[in-house]
């Protein structure tokens, strides 16, 4: 608990923010999820599974914000040793699972159709993946020491390690030729997708950010106070 | 002259918090002894002076030079923990050489056997590590320290498991390391004789139970709150 | 300089002395590809044609096994707290214990491959191709998987976590080693592959250590 | 009896308490199926047609990590002693922490195996027999490595070692177990390779805590 | 009255030989005490006491039937060695829990408690193993011998570690368990009160040097020799 830079201050800034963030979160849902399913037309080709885009493509946007998110973090824990920065990471990583296993469900689920299979191991598919596993992979090791500390360090170093597999998925489709379409959205010289389905699009990932924001400042805010309990409780041991 | 001393240090481990406004200074040919019941800190003080702890509050200074994120201070000592570091392959004179090599000995073979000499045991020189009886182990991490040479020893209950005759001899070496301008800090319950020591109680720093010490207000935030 | 040599000479020692350090890596590494023809049966086109892949995935495990207790043991008896109180610096402790590692595993591992290859029926073409792939994959094998060993320091389950964090890591190197062959084998340049591999062992080679280091250090706060 | 039931409920506590072991060990199952298709190349219906043996082999290199550490703490720590002294037979204390050791983590990987099946593109007539095959080989590989985890307590580089002298008693299991998913996938009666399968586990049930048994006390001495 | 007793014993490790022709007796309220320089066999005299050394040769004997292939033997006793037996993730309560259940207590959880307050310790109930300082360690581990009843301890140097308040603690279980017709024996290189213990030194076991008693002919190949 000591070890918090200003935990106080950090509680206040949340709680104002919270409130705030958590409706903006359910207001962006349903105007977003109007707009995908009925606000915008069918695509010529893929007709109505095209609507899948509009949870696939935000999913697969946040897996990578939240990963690299979690890198800064913990190049900002390791250096300057602030000790929210190494909170935030391990709050986060369950959500950016959490986003990451959406993106992989939503992709096999829509590569039936359009590819006729579930899965192939082409670049863009194995490298999320990948990113997938690291996320568990942090997640377990944070979870596997006696001291928490220890956990969250070493959970930093691999979080800078794994950083490698970012600009991999990014630009595996560029790099390789994979089934996967290549950007449309994010790429130099602006997006190259018709407004109708850019909208919606734009409206969801927002939707998906805000509900980030808001499960972290949850999680950030319990984890502080687990820790305040488990002081008292050891201050107990005294002697 | 070198000096060591610790200002307005204040340990926490995990969560908890060990001991707080802890000063101390040991001088060229000084010692340095860490009395206090079990739990009070003794052993993380130790690990603190070693460098292998980091302090969550106050300095560590060698020289009047802050001594913790200085590349040099590990050289400086000689620290002997609970654990022993001795290989169960290796003979005792491979285990000891290797350090008396890595601590700049210039002839660590030798110097290994002249040390187990000076603690009573040349005959187990031969003998691999996990032969050895408590006491013999411990008598092999003493040795350590005499291997290769370092001002500042940091010793925690060294008697631990050694039979009488080779605490006469410990303290016989303690007093010729500090004669000859050495300091020693060493924790211990057991009776030690060590003339002329200071003695840190510390379970005079114990935190006052229930005074939940308003760290928050107080952490700077500037990076020393690592624990 | 020195006192990264006495590591390595140290090093080399204990994995002698502790008996069959050596021969127990390739053996479990032989044991592995021998277990294929029993899962998989024995028909030898499909053999051959998982050959270079089963080979591979079976030097991954293999130094990965023998890598869990790359820095565990001088974890546990307290020399590793020595080792960072001394004079070397701590990325030169990771890289002398890793250099002696892949020298005791990785070595004999490269001169067993290509008999378990003649077993898994692979052409003879790709013989030369698996030795070299395997030459500059498996440092980069125990480069990268010492930074998996220096985090898991201390934690529980130990091994099975560090498959978990370095597995993912290996796959880059995974893919090249096998493509390698397989160009190899159908008649393509294994270049390519051979040089993306050897990247992966110019990047590994500086930054496991830093990183391995760091991991260490924390290890032992 | 009332031992034994005790010692399993602490070796599950200390399980649950340690986090995410159960995960762990399903998650290197996991990464090893997922590591083939690297090694191998995406051709679907080669997957498809060695899906059955890389899924056991996979499960058998996690059985074997996993049971690396079955006894080696309460050994390094004392327990291993205390419970020699203790009232409960040394054939009990065998059973009891790999009964434990097997909820931990052969349950979570049978409940896995079919969405691994999946990803390899096993057709679904093998679903049933392959969690069939698992939930009566796994106990099987938990009670055969238990004697292995005996064997090797005390020797260093424990882990690779037990490897070694368990892979040729893994083999039978195997086979049995690969074959009834062929035999599944193929039209055929996969019950003889189950029934021998079961027969394996008939035997190993009685055999391994007494041969573990014998092998603590030697480590013991 | 129960009698533990020892004849002729011949302890063998590895190729060493430590000690030979030792007979020891302990009584019901009886104790006795190991003395004796490092290496002297000290703790390998009590790990045979316990049945987990074989003696190369010689018996042991409870109420004069031989302990050695008996089930029960473990039972009988408390064996405390250098190990401590304590997981980190449990708490001190858990883990004493475990063994007074093994070791019949009826009410484990309450017996464990107790113990812990009579070691002075009740504060450490819920903090988990990772936590306890070396000294808290020890006391948990002694703690055991009370949690549950067994007529013979084996305590190998139970003052480790221990400050002096402990000691004394110490000294009274002792006394109060050798009242109840308790038996003890201990090994220590420092000093603790154990009123009309018997003295065992074992230096004066140790096979002549040079004198390699002639094994091959005595040892008897019964399998009796796996050391
Ligand atoms: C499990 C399978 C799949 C995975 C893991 C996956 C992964 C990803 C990722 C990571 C992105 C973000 C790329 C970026 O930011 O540049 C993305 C975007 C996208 N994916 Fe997928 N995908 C999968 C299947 C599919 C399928 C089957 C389709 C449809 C044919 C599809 C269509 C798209 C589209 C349209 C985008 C947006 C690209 C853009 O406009 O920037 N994906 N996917
Ligand atoms: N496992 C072993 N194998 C071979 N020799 C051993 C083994 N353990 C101990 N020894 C040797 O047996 C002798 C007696 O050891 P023991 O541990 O019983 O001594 P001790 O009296 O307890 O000594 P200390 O006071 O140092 O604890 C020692 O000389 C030691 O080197
Ligand atoms: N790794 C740790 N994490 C959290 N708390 C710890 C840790 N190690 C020790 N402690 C706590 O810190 C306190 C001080 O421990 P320390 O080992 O420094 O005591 P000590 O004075 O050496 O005691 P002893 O005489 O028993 O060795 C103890 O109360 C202990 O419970
Ligand atoms: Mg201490
Ligand atoms: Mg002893």
């Known amino acids: 608990m000591h070890r918090f830079a200003n935990p106080a201050r950090f509680l206040r800034l949340s709680a104002a923010i919270l409130p705030w963030s958590a409706g903006a979160t359910v207001v962006l849902l349903i105007v977003g999820l109007y707009l995908s399913l009925f606000g915008s037309p069918p695509d010529y080709q893929q007709g109505d599974t095209v609507r899948i885009m509009y949870i696939h493509v935000p999913a697969a946007w946040m897996s990578l914000f939240v990963y690299t998110n979690m890198a800064i973090a913990a ?71 006696d001291s928490p500390e220890r956990g969250i360090k070493a959970g930093n170093v691999l979080l800078l390690v ?70 008292l409780r050891l201050s107990e041991a005294q002697g | 002259m070198p000096v060591f001393s610790g200002t307005d240090l204040t340990c926490l481990r995990g969560d908890r918090l060990v001991f707080t406004g802890l000063d101390f200074r040991v001088e060229s040919g000084g010692a340095l002894l860490l009395l206090g019941p079990n739990g009070s800190g003794k052993s993380s003080l130790l690990r603190v002076m070693a460098g292998l702890l980091r302090p969550f509050r106050g ?69 691999p590590g996990r032969y050895l009886s408590a006491g013999q182990k411990r008598r092999l991490t003493l040795a350590r320290v005499l291997a290769a040479p370092a001002p500042l020893w ?18 016989g070496i303690l007093a010729e390391h500090r004669a000859g301008g050495g300091m020693v800090a060493l924790s211990t319950h057991a009776d030690i004789a060590l003339p002329g020591a200071a003695e840190l109680h510390l379970d005079h720093f114990a935190p006052a139970t229930g005074d939940d010490v308003d760290l928050d207000s107080d952490a700077n935030g500037d990076g020393e709150a690592a624990a | 300089m020195k006192g990264f040599l006495r ?33 998989v049966g024995p028909e030898a086109n499909i053999l051959a044609r998982i050959a270079a892949g089963v ?17 565990l043991t001088d974890y546990e008896d307290g020399s590793l707290e020595l080792l960072a109180l001394s004079r070397i610096p701590m990325e030169a402790v990771v890289l002398a214990k890793t250099l002696a590692h892949w020298l005791v595993t990785g070595v004999p591992l490269i001169v067993a491959a290509p008999i378990l290859a003649l077993l898994l029926n692979m052409e003879a073409a790709g013989f030369g191709v698996l030795v ?32 978990l964090l370095i597995l993912p890591l290996y796959i880059p190197v995974l893919i090249f080693g096998a493509g390698a062959i397989d160009a190899a084998l159908n008649a393509l340049s294994p270049r390519p592959h051979l040089l993306l591999l050897a990247g992966l062992l110019a990047a590994a080679l500086p930054l496991a250590p830093l990183a391995g280091a760091a991991a260490l250090r924390q290890a032992l706060e």
């Not at chain 1, 990948?130 to 377990?140: D, E, N, Q, R």
């Not at chain 1, 490698?164 to 560029?174: A, G, L, R, Y």
């Not at chain 3, 080979?55 to 820095?71: C, D, G, N």
Request: net charge neutral; glycine share 8%.
């Open chain 1, 75 to 145: 190049a900002v824990g390791l250096v300057w040793k602030h000790p929210l920065a190494d909170l935030f990471a391990k709050a986060a990583a369950p959500v950016g699972a959490g986003f990451t296993a959406v993106c992989l469900i939503t992709g096999s689920l829509w590569g039936a159709p359009m590819w006729g299979t579930w899965w192939v191991w082409d670049a863009r598919l194995t490298s999320v993946l990948i990113l997938f596993f690291l996320y568990l992979g942090y997640m377990a090791l944070v979870n596997a020491f």
């Open chain 1, 162 to 231: 794994g950083i490698v597999n970012v600009p991999i998925i990014k630009f595996s489709v560029d790099w390789w030729n994979t089934l996967h379409q290549p950007s449309s959205v994010i790429r130099m010289g602006g997006p190259t997708i018709d407004s109708t389905m850019l909208w919606p699009l734009l409206v969801m990932a927002l939707a998906f950010t805000t509900y980030f924001v808001s499960v972290v400042l949850l999680r950030v805010k319990a984890e502080i106070l687990a820790r305040r309990i488990q002081t």
């Open chain 2, 59 to 127: 300095r560590l200074a060698w020289d009047d030079a802050a001594s913790e994120d200085d590349d040099q201070h590990g050289g400086r000592i000689h620290y002997v923990g609970h654990l022993d570091a001795v290989k169960p392959v290796l003979t005792a004179l491979e285990n000891l050489s290797f350090w008396a090599s890595l601590g700049g000995a210039a002839d660590p073979a030798g110097a290994a056997m002249a040390a187990l000499e000076r603690l009573g045991v040349p005959h187990i020189a031969g003998v």
């Open chain 2, 154 to 171: 940091l010793l925690d209950e060294p008697t631990v498991a050694l039979d009488r005759a080779a605490v006469r001899l410990l303290e």
């Open chain 3, 7 to 39: 590591l390595v000479a140290r090093d080399l020692r204990l994995a002698l002395r502790q008996g069959s350090d050596a021969t127990i890596a390739v053996m479990f590494f032989v044991l592995c590809v021998v277990l294929f023809p029993f899962g």
């Open chain 3, 55 to 71: 080979i591979w995935v079976a030097a991954l495990l293999a130094s990965l096994l023998s890598l869990e207790r790359l820095f």
């Open chain 3, 132 to 163: 070299l792939a395997l030459a500059i994959g498996t440092p980069a094998l125990s480069l990268i998987g010492s930074i998996g060993a220096a985090l898991t320091l201390g934690a529980r389950r130990g091994g099975v976590l560090l498959s």
